[in-house]
């Protein structure tokens, strides 16, 4: 992903929402939001080029995002897949601390990323750029190729568009507008990461849309207090035109697991 909004203990009846794009190459092929064949635990998409996943969530309510960490200056061939790691956080029998902590042990080995992980009772984070492992309190956050909450101004518009869109729910369409917002950021507004000014101004709108690179999916995601899980994610073509939408719905099995505690 390059960009997720996280609500974690932020409503009353969804102890986690979240509003995800998935920015890509356009000709990296990949499959919508699915139950995989060989992981029948877990639903996410699937990079078909690498094999792992970008965002899922698996049947007990374990919950795992990563995003990249834009540095150009550390770009290394022939490193391993980052999709692996959200997989292994989603199939982890342990909390969400511990799990990240067994990640946060190899995640040199990797390019800079950002892995968010809940086990349903805790939600956390590992910033391999800082080495930083943290449970996070009750609240909403943002994310994108940088640390958590950095305040890029894509950011910052995506978190508050999020936190307006709290009460709406469980309608979606707020949600999906703050996802597909193109309004571009003035030039000294941008932040620099080390690309062209002509990409900094492509890459600081929420969704992007470029003939190489753009957003390639938007996935909602809410577990409701009764233990209820509905997954939807719309897939784009190039020029922002909408190839597929799937809606999953299915309730967290807590027998091998634990529900999220109210507030």
Known sequence: MCLIVTGWQAHPDYPLIVAANRDEFVNRPASPA???????????????E??????????KGRFSALTNFRDPSQRT??????????RAALESGSGSRETLENIARSSAGYAGFNLLVSDGTRLGIHESTTGAVRLLAPGVYGLSNHVLDTEWPKLKRARDAFSAALHTLPDSEAFLTLLRDTTPVADHELPDTGISLEWERR????????????????????????GE??????????????RS???????????????????
């Open 34 to 48: 699915h139950w995989w064949t060989d992981a029948p635990q877990l639903l996410a998409g699937r990079d078909l």
């Open 50 to 59: 690498a094999g792992g996943t970008w965002m899922g969530i698996s049947r």
């Open 77 to 86: 061939s022939g490193l391993p897949s980052r999709g692996a790691l959200v």
């Open 203 to 226: 890459l600081s709108t929420a969704f992007i849309d470029s003939p190489t690179y753009g957003t390639r999916c938007s996935t909602l995601l809410t577990v409701d207090r009764g």
């Open 229 to 242: 899980a509905c997954l939807t994610e719309w897939t784009w073509l190039p020029g922002g035109k909408q």
């Open 245 to 263: 939408i799937v809606t999953h719905r299915f309730g967290i099995d807590a027998s091998g697991g634990e529900q999220s505690p109210h507030p």
